[in-house]
């Protein structure tokens, strides 16, 4: 008498449980009942312009991300573009930085400029440009200070002249991302008055204070020179809070809205994507990223692997598409898995024993 036979699970001869076994044994069949899969036009790529000319400089703590000047763009978005990818979010770094933030309002800015020089080369390329003035600021706050606090009112009205600025130099969406109250309503009758009421939103409407965002600020030079940003910024302890905030952003206006970061906060994305039927973006944040880069160079972890399993998870919890710094990485991954007759996430059937 068998096991299965003596604990009843046999009779007549015949299996009585479940064999989901089944459904697993090759590629094929993986593939065949796959619920989640990843295309390349899933990925946002942020891509970080600097001032100057021929510059490509490597990001010390984001392997493989670069600041580039915009003469070095072209390049960059064709590369993109090949990827499969159709859309990136862009973070400008001035030359000089003022307490007015006055250089993300400069027609002739760098954010300005490399939207117009996209545009011109690349106008299939979809272009976010990031709303803030963290980046602008010689104190690396994220708008207007009142004292050493960031006032909410003067902030909203310098970031509504932003994103009209942006959207004057050929931006397809603008991006807040400063947490300011009332700024996607400001934004919107702004861009409405300025003759761009078709131009959309894409609000970070639940930013959370993190930990993860380190390797950014090294990026865009944003660090703050005393303080921290918890004011606006969401508390990473609060979940239904998220779902607050998303509403009253898409009650002001916003056509598409951001949880930020991404795998720290999948479940944020599900409440989101549960709650509200607006597009969902996830932005998979520098941490989640350097973390990854870091210990797959000291050979702990597969890189792609981890990376692909990651950005299946966030898509996974509900997002509609992926903000990530592993965007062409990616794209060039699921395209080999193509190239060798397997369905693009099979990759992740290929774990160690």
Request: hydrophobic share 45%; glycine share 8%.
């Amino acid at each position: 008498m068998t096991w299965v036979e003596a604990n009843g699970f046999e009779r007549d001869g015949l299996p009585q449980f479940r064999r989901t076994r089944r459904m697993r044994r090759t590629p094929a069949l993986r593939g065949l009942v796959r619920e989640t899969t990843l295309q390349p036009d899933d990925f946002i790529q942020p891509l970080f312009v600097t001032h100057g000319s021929g510059v490509r400089h490597e990001i010390e703590s984001m392997p493989g991300q670069y600041q580039l000047s915009v003469d070095a763009l072209p390049q960059e978005v064709a590369d993109l573009i090949g990827a499969g990818i159709n859309a990136v979010l862009l973070f400008g770094i001035p030359e000089e930085k003022d307490r007015a933030a006055s250089g993300a309002l400069d027609p002739d800015g760098v954010i300005q400029s490399a939207m117009r020089t996209i545009k011109r080369e690349m106008p299939e390329m979809l272009i976010i440009g990031d709303v803030c003035a963290c980046e602008y600021t010689d104190h690396g706050h994220c708008g207007i200070l009142d004292g050493c606090e960031v006032d909410n009112d003067q902030t909203v009205a310098l970031l509504a002249r932003i994103a009209v600025s942006q959207a004057d130099a050929g931006a397809d969406i603008v991006a807040p991302s400063d947490m300011m109250d009332g700024r996607v309503l400001a934004i919107r009758n702004a861009l409405d008055a300025a003759g761009h009421g078709n131009l959309p939103i894409m609000s970070y409407a639940a930013k959370y204070a993190s930990a993860f965002y380190g390797p950014f600020r090294e990026a865009a030079a944003s660090m703050p020179a005393f303080g921290d940003r918890r004011s606006h910024q969401m508390d990473p302890a609060n979940a239904r809070e998220a779902i607050t905030e998303i509403a009253i952003d898409l009650d002001e206006g916003a056509d598409i809205v951001i949880v930020k970061p991404a795998l720290a906060y999948l479940d944020v994305i599900r409440m989101a994507r549960d709650t509200f039927d607006a597009p969902l973006v996830a932005y998979n944040v520098s941490g989640e990223y350097a973390m990854i880069k870091a210990a797959a160079q000291l050979g702990w972890i597969d890189e792609r692997k981890v990376a692909l399993e990651t950005l299946t998870a966030i898509k996974r919890a509900g997002a509609g598409r992926i903000i990530t710094y592993h965007a062409k990485e990616a794209a060039r991954w699921l395209r080999e898995g193509e190239a060798s007759t397997r369905r693009p996430l099979d990759v992740l059937s290929e774990w160690d024993a």
